[in-house]
């Protein structure tokens, strides 16, 4: 490796430019000499100092809209990004509606989202219940009209819905839709995980993929269905039905998962920002049950079973199994 | 289709929100370029809320742009050089720039031999040419693309490529260097750079 082409290495890891081949010879020229891997570590450090926000933001929109004689819009904050979600979803499944209903009425639609951190207990007009885990959003047409009850989410909800055997109750995501009557249920489609899927406490549901109306499958209490991304067919499979809505009550369960999807879940459940500082570390997996920890506290217990440092940057932790030279 | 060509979409329709959005998502790095530019972040606001007041009266035309985010960058770019220039003749480039400040870097913990460090690396970057600082301004601070770089910059990526290099060489020799006054092991140094509280 010539040595004045190092820092441009570093740089195009660093800035999210390098293809496979320059992956394959970063790794390469890492596992030359423990200085190199030192020289990427600080400088990642440094890279990902956070630069300190301005509240100027807030004036150049309230500027821009004085400028253009506009009412500033009152929705404010990181909460559009997924209302722009939600309006996307909205259209993929505007024609189920339709067909759904067939009024004529404009349709109003009743909107609730949770920040992170947050759960929010929810009562439907025809005396179901939802609980909205955080960074959620559901929204269903006003007063629950229709043949159908449909409701919209985005993000993870257990429903307990109330029993109406002539009009079905149906949870729509970008990816499947969980058709029911009465019963109780956890569905989880937050579009950065990569699957959605649906699990079964009590009662009876079906689960279609939204993209293939012919591909269906009926759940029985503990079993879920799933729906990966990339995959066409949804899987079903097993679940524990206490874990189903553990986190309800704020606890976290996890059964054999991941360590990038804990990390997404404790992000959502602590507003933080978690980062894997190499790739092996995406292959641990966890069984683990935490109920008040803080994530500070839940991140070194996950560090007992398997040796990795923690870091802590603010809202960041930066998790690294790469070892110091002493 | 991507967040931000979502925006323009509806803002091309008169959706007021839609503007919102787009602030919320573009106001802050516009404004941490601009003020790299002009040196006053009172200046900076004022630029960058011209940006978005033009994009809203060129509402009906926006279909035509390719890439959303750089073109926010060269209009907030090209009035910061209208603002720069001594009189109304006189055309400025990016080669007549003279400075580009580079956003102070803060780190959450309050250790005064830190904060030192830190000192030590801003002022080696802000030793390099201001194209250099730009280039690794908009890579490291605003997460752009190197392609995106290229376009608000008009310098190819591979000199881009070159500029972010020699920023980081550089940072790492003001690294070595503290490490030379006080011969904190690895780990000590990594931790300063990270921050951590263990």
Same mark, same amino acid.
């Given at each position: *490796? ?19 081949? $320059? ?85 109003? *639609? ?49 429903? $307990? ?8 109750? /149906? ?126 506290? /839940? ?28 | ?23 919320? $998502? ?48 060269? /209009? ?57 600082? *730009? ?16 376009? /608000? ?46």
């Amino acid at each position: *490796m010539r040595e004045k082409n190092r820092f441009e290495q570093y740089a195009r890891y660093l800035a999210n430019e390098n293809n496979t081949n $320059e992956d394959k010879s970063l790794e390469a020229l890492l596992s030359q000499d423990k200085k190199y891997l030192e020289e990427l570590k600080a400088l990642s450090g440094y890279w990902n100092l956070v630069q300190q926000k301005s509240n100027s933001k807030h004036r150049v929109v309230k500027k821009t809209f004085a400028k253009l004689g506009l009412n500033q819009p009152r929705k404010i904050g990181s909460v559009f990004i997924r209302y722009a979600a939600a309006i996307a979803l909205l259209l993929s499944v505007a024609v189920n509606i339709y067909l759904g209903q067939r009024t004529n009425d404009s349709l109003e *639609m009743v909107e609730a989202q949770t920040a992170s951190g947050e759960v929010e207990e929810i009562k439907l007009p025809d005396g179901s219940t939802v609980w909205l885990n955080s960074m959620s959003t559901i929204f269903y047409p006003k007063g629950l009209q229709g043949k159908q009850r449909n409701v919209f989410l985005d993000g993870e909800a257990f429903f $307990e819905v109330a029993k109406d055997a002539r009009k079905p109750f /149906i949870v729509h995501t970008s990816e499947m839709q969980v058709e029911v009557l009465g019963t109780r249920f956890n569905v989880s489609s937050y579009n950065n995980d990569g699957y959605t899927s649906a699990s079964l406490e009590e009662g009876r549901v079906k689960v279609y993929n939204a993209k293939n109306d012919v591909d269906f499958v009926e759940l029985v209490p503990g079993q879920k269905a799933l729906l990966a991304e990339g995959q066409e067919k949804l899987l079903r499979s097993v679940c524990n039905t206490k874990d189903i809505s553990a986190w309800k009550e704020g606890r976290i369960r996890f059964y054999n998962t991941s360590l990038p999807q804990i990390a997404k879940k404790l992000e959502r459940k602590f507003g933080a920002t978690i980062i894997l500082m190499d790739p092996e570390m995406e292959k641990l997996r966890y069984t683990a049950d935490f109920e008040d920890e803080s994530l500070g506290e /839940i991140l070194s217990l996950l560090n007992i079973a398997y040796d990795f440092q923690v870091y802590k940057n603010g809202n960041r932790y930066i998790l690294s199994t790469l070892k110091e030279q002493q | 289709m991507p967040l931000l060509q979502q925006m323009v979409l509806r803002i091309q329709s008169g959706d007021e929100q839609a503007l919102h959005d787009l602030m919320q $998502e573009m106001a802050d790095e516009l404004l941490l370029f601009a003020t790299g530019l002009v040196k006053s972040s009172k200046l900076a606001e004022e630029i960058v809320s011209d940006t978005f007041v033009k994009i809203w009266h060129k509402k009906r035309k926006l279909h035509e742009i390719r890439d959303v985010k750089s073109y926010l960058y060269i /209009i907030t770019r090209n009035a910061c050089f209208n603002h720069l220039r001594s009189s109304k003749e006189e055309l400025i480039s990016l080669d007549d720039i003279q400075d580009f400040q580079l956003p102070a870097m803060h780190s959450s913990d309050r250790e005064s031999f830190q904060e030192e460090m830190l000192e030590l690396i801003h002022q080696a970057i802000d030793s390099l040419p201001p194209k250099c600082k *730009m280039a690794f301004s908009l890579a490291k601070i605003q997460g752009l693309r190197y392609k995106e770089i290229s376009n /608000i910059m008009g310098i190819s990526v591979n000199t881009i490529n070159n500029h972010i290099a020699k920023a980081l060489e550089l940072i790492l020799e003001a690294l070595n260097e503290h490490k030379d006054l006080t011969p904190p092991s690895s780990k000590k140094l990594l931790s300063i750079m990270l921050g951590i509280t263990l």
